[in-house]
T-cell receptor, first 113, second 114 residues
Framework: AQSVTQLDSHVSVSEGTPVLLRCNYS??????LFWYVQHPNKGLQLLLK??????LVKGINGFEAEFKKSETSFHLTKPSAHMSDAAEYFC???????????FGKGTMLLVSP | KAGVTQTPRYLIKTRGQQVTLSCSPI?????VSWYQQTPGQGLQFLFE???????NKGNFPGRFSGRQFSNSRSEMNVSTLELGDSALYLC?????????????FGSGTRLTVV
């Protein structure tokens, strides 16, 4: 069975400061990992994905994530937050060979001016 | 390239009624999945269809059902609606998800049961 734990339900940053959203996963197999973002009243947009290639993954809008197998972590970072980054972020795991996504509970990112 | 289209965007239904939601995937995508999003339970997997066959099913009662047509469009149906079925229902499509192409989500259908 696979699972995802997002360690913070809310993260508050100031515009221009770094962003760190934490995610730990559990998987029986070599997992694929994703980060999705959801703006209010919108669907989910894929930020980036890890699929056993490079462990440092670059995504859209300046986000990146590092896969650390020894720590079973896949934390999302951005060097400098924008007001437009305020949204809910979901860490997602998918075991290889399967087509179901397991979502974390989400982290709400709040960005203040 | 058109994205994943879900209709309708909003629905209000009465307890005991049934509802059908529609999803048109990205052209060429043969896998369609459905997810329920609620504040309490978060995002939960309902089912996944590939080439008109249900391949995976989540832990939902039999009142929740779905199907996929030969053009890959999918519908989900919820019968005997309960207040707890109020949620955002998201559809996602993929070319071949088991090869990690990833999923593209629609904007969702917000169902309110009164």
């Amino acid at each position: 069975a696979q699972s995802v734990t997002q360690l913070d339900s809310h993260v508050s940053v100031s515009e221009g400061t770094p962003v760190l959203l934490r995610c730990n996963y559990s998987s029986s197999y070599s997992p694929s990992l994703f980060w999705y973002v959801q703006h209010p009243n919108k669907g989910l947009q894929l930020l980036l994905k890890y699929t056993s290639a490079a462990t440092l993954v670059k995504g859209i809008n300046g986000f990146e994530a590092e896969f650390k197998k020894s720590e079973t972590s896949f934390h999302l970072t951005k060097p400098s937050a924008h007001m437009s980054d305020a949204a809910e972020y979901f860490c997602v795991v998918s075991d290889k060979g399967y087509s179901t996504l397991t979502f974390g509970k989400g982290t709400m990112l709040l960005v203040s001016p | 390239k058109a994205g994943v289209t879900q209709t309708p965007r909003y629905l209000i239904k009465t307890r005991g009624q049934q509802v059908t939601l529609s999803c048109s995937p990205i052209s060429g995508h043969r896998s369609v999945s459905w997810y329920q999003q609620t504040p309490g339970q978060g995002l939960q997997f309902l089912f996944e269809y590939f080439s008109e066959t249900q391949r995976n099913k989540g832990n939902f009662p039999g009142r929740f059902s779905g199907r996929q047509f030969s053009n890959s469009r999918s519908e989900m149906n919820v019968s005997t609606l309960e207040l707890g079925d109020s949620a955002l229902y998201l559809c996602a499509s993929s070319f071949r998800p088991e090869e990690n192409y990833g999923y593209t989500f629609g904007s969702g259908t917000r169902l309110t049961v009164v």
